[in-house]
């Protein structure tokens, strides 16, 4: 395992370039903050009907992302996250939209 002085390199590293097993170990020794249990996340399902051709059928669109760190990187995902503390799931749905997708 490569050696950080930086933890934000080292978090980097772990949750970009390492492969996911290195980030599973990594991350399993991490001294996280504890949160509120239990926590609430929020997921979007945002569904379009998309028509490119007036001559085509409308298709059924689904928005996703494609996760840029571990676990899971590369992966599609539905847009979503934490709901923040005084935050309520609604406003939590629109800030996650926003933050991940840039779309208000």
């Given at each position: 395992m490569?050696?950080?002085?930086?933890?934000?390199?080292e978090k980097h590293y772990y949750e970009t370039e390492a492969s996911q097993e290195e980030f599973l170990t990594w991350y399993q020794k991490q001294e996280f903050p504890n949160y509120p249990k239990p926590a609430l996340?929020?997921?979007?399902?945002?569904?379009?009907?998309?028509?490119?051709?007036?001559?085509?059928?409308?298709?059924?669109?689904?928005?996703?992302?494609?996760?840029?760190?571990?676990?899971?990187?590369?992966k599609y995902a539905l847009v979503g996250g934490f709901v923040d503390k005084n935050e309520d799931a609604y406003q939590a749905c629109i800030r996650e939209v926003k933050e991940e997708v840039g779309l208000e």
């Open positions: 490569p050696e950080f002085k930086d933890p934000q390199a996340t929020v997921d979007n399902v945002i569904l379009r009907w998309y028509q490119a051709d007036p001559e085509e059928t409308p298709q059924l669109q689904l928005l996703l992302i494609k996760r840029k760190a571990h676990p899971y990187q590369n």
